[in-house]
């Protein structure tokens, strides 16, 4: 079972073909059906709403727990973060065609994903600071840069911090520049998940100074992604992001291998008591 709901709506929610079946929540046809782990399913957007609020972590069918609840989630919408992060929501337009956004190539079913897992992180899991290893899967990642990228700008105006246009003709701009350092690094590349928000600021800047851009922007964005309620700011809200969303996924797929391992072993195990009966 997942560990947390960012981590279940990163890698918990199956693609699967269309089916003639409506879909249960919104009762309507299927849109981007994804299956959960009882074998139930739903819309993208209908079950990552769903799962997204506080106090939801079933199946709505049958009510199979399918993460573990924060012991600190808010339960008062009025108050909560999940209630600012609902509202950035709202005012986050994300475009049909995936592939202008941010010059960043993805798929709106995959961005639907990774906008449903942005949306858990910011509301419930951005305090957890992801430990060890995590292997950058540029493939994957795409969507996620893209989700996140759309909704702190979103996130700002809820929270009285609202970028300027200004500020958000460089945050577009540093988004860019941001994939073309990712599309830089080694494929498969390993980074350690504490220090990757550091290492990727420090390559970002280097990047934009050598390539041209009028000296100071980074410095004079720094200053003010500093003032948001994050240790360091947006940029590093969407790095932190990125590292936790690698590093689940990485966890994910691990535990999937030894799974694969374990059977292996046992239909093996079959294999040779078979064998054993068919000579005796």
């Avoid at 799962?51 to 989630?73: A, H, I, V």
């Avoid at 990228?149 to 520049?177: C, F």
């Amino acid at each position: 079972m997942a560990t947390s709901r960012a981590q279940f709506l990163s890698t918990g929610l199956v693609p699967v073909p269309t089916t003639s079946e409506p879909c249960a929540i919104c009762t309507g046809d299927l849109t981007a059906p994804v299956q959960l782990p009882c074998k139930h399913i739903y819309c993208t957007a209908c079950v990552s709403t769903w799962l997204g609020q506080p106090g939801r972590n079933t199946c709505p069918t049958c009510r199979s727990k399918l993460f573990t609840l924060p012991q600190t989630e808010d339960l008062l919408p009025s108050t909560s973060r999940w209630a600012q992060v609902s509202r950035a929501v709202a005012l986050t337009a994300i475009a049909s065609e995936a592939d202008l956004v941010h010059s960043i190539p993805t798929t709106q079913p995959r961005l639907d994903r990774a906008h449903a897992a942005a949306r858990a992180y910011l509301s419930f899991d951005q305090t957890l600071v992801p430990t060890g290893p995590v292997t950058l899967d540029l493939a994957f990642l795409q969507a996620y840069v893209v989700a996140m990228g759309n909704l702190l700008p979103a996130l700002a105006a809820v929270q009285d911090r609202s970028y300027t246009r200004v500020q958000m003709t460089e945050w577009h701009q540093i988004l860019g520049r941001l994939w073309t350092v990712l599309l830089e690094i080694s494929p498969r590349r390993t980074f350690d998940a504490v220090g990757f928000p550091e290492i990727m600021t420090d390559r970002l800047r280097t990047h934009m100074d050598l390539r041209g851009y009028y000296p100071g922007r980074m410095a004079a964005l720094d200053v003010r992604l500093s003032a948001d309620d994050s240790p360091r700011g947006d940029l590093v809200t969407l790095l932190r992001f990125l590292a936790h969303v690698s590093r689940d996924r990485q966890e994910e797929m691990e535990g999937r291998a030894r799974t694969a391992e374990r059977m292996a072993a046992g239909r093996e195990r079959v294999r040779r008591e078979e064998s054993r009966c068919a000579v005796m």
